[in-house]
């Protein structure tokens, strides 16, 4: 939905917010959240349910994919904040990386019988529809195949004072 209210909001914080609500979880998985490093607020305009939840599908995704840890740092550039959210996984797919983004790309299999859990490739597709929202974008940064994943959502700073 959108909002014609867009308030400061301080990206360090709700990623803060977002690690604390996933830590247990993360944890039971033997996986590990770091970040953010920084407690320097990174302020943008924006909408507090959606950005939140931003955060909450980008390290979803990550500790679903990590062998151990998930690294989450926010800072800011110039007149840009970015959010990095990585893990140590096995990265993603080359044929992946364009279409990461895309409603219903899932390079997981799922759902067929057995214990494994569906997965409907909805997360990142929900990260790049908050941050076109809020006059950002998201992208996956080039890593070598086996080191992991690293996702980048841009965002520009908050010109209220």
Do not use: C, W
Not at 105 to 115: N, P, Y
Request: aromatic letters at 4%; glycine letters at 10%; a negative charge.
């Amino acid at each position: 939905r959108e909002s014609t209210e867009r308030p400061p909001l301080d990206l360090t914080q709700l990623a803060k917010d977002a690690v604390s609500s996933l830590s247990i979880a993360a944890h039971d998985r033997g996986i590990t959240i770091a970040g953010p490093t920084a407690g320097l607020p990174v302020v943008v305009d924006g909408s507090r349910a959606p950005m939140l939840r931003l955060f909450t599908s980008l390290i979803s995704n990550a500790v679903e994919h990590a062998t151990h840890a998930v690294m989450v740092d926010v800072v800011a550039s110039g007149h840009t904040a970015e959010i990095r959210v990585g893990d140590d996984g096995p990265g993603f797919p080359p044929d992946m990386r364009e279409r990461a983004f895309e409603r219903f790309a899932s390079s997981r299999a799922g759902g067929q019988g057995g214990t494994k859990t569906r997965h409907y490739g909805l997360g990142l597709a929900l990260v790049a529809e908050v941050a076109a929202r809020h006059q950002g974008d998201v992208r996956v940064e080039p890593t070598e195949p086996g080191t992991g994943a690293v996702i980048v959502v841009t965002l520009p700073l908050s010109t209220l004072k």
